[in-house]
């Protein structure tokens, strides 16, 4: 009995913790692969600063920038600069969240 009712509270709090909204949603690049640049959508809900990062395969941060986002749909462009050809890790984040996915410079 003792070990159901601690089952259900685990799932209980479980639930809880991973429900919580994000304040970052819907985030993806195109082109994608990209040799120059590409367009960076996102919905934020929320006004605030997201810091944006490309991380390379080991994790080295290798470009970062600071964006001020707006409730609603988003974007903006990353040039390619200096980055090298790749695979890399983009990331956004707030103070609430972080969302990350993957693109190719060619």
Known sequence: ??????FILFLSI???GFS???S????SAAPNPFTN????????TSNSDIIFKVLDVLG????EEKVKASVGSNSFTFEKGNVLTGIY????????S??????VIK
């Not at 972080?98 to 693109?103: A, E, Y």
């Open 1 to 6: 009995m003792i070990k159901k009712i601690l």
């Open 14 to 16: 479980s639930t809880i």
């Open 20 to 22: 919580q909204e994000k």
């Open 24 to 27: 970052i949603e819907k985030l």
């Open 37 to 44: 640049s590409t367009k960076i959508t996102f919905n934020a």
């Open 60 to 63: 080295k941060t290798v470009y």
């Open 89 to 96: 890790i983009y990331t956004l984040q707030d103070k609430e």
């Open 98 to 103: 972080i969302i990350s996915k993957r693109f």
